[in-house]
């Protein structure tokens, strides 16, 4: 796949988001690549990830059909 594919695909993928708080992290993201700046991580990304990466060290993985499962559980409350 060339670079026009991957700018073709990504760009299908984000004119498809719909959520305001995931573009404005996407155009952060870019706007840092832009100026050659290093992207800083929020306090909530960092606790995200040191927990992703504890579960995974401890092998405490969830399938992703219990996620879904989970999900729809909770949009039924």
């Known amino acids: 796949m060339g670079i ?7 760009i299908k ?3 498809s988001i719909k959520d305001k708080e995931t573009l404005l992290l996407f155009k952060e993201i870019l706007s840092s690549q832009d100026l050659k700046k290093e992207y800083k991580l929020s306090k ?6 040191s927990e992703s ?25």
């Open 4 to 10: 026009a594919d991957l700018q073709t695909d990504i």
């Open 13 to 15: 993928n984000v004119l």
């Open 44 to 49: 909530f990304e960092k606790n995200f990830i």
């Open 53 to 77: 990466i504890a579960g995974y060290k401890s092998i405490h993985t969830i399938s992703n059909d219990a996620v879904f499962e989970k999900n729809e559980e909770w949009l039924k409350e």
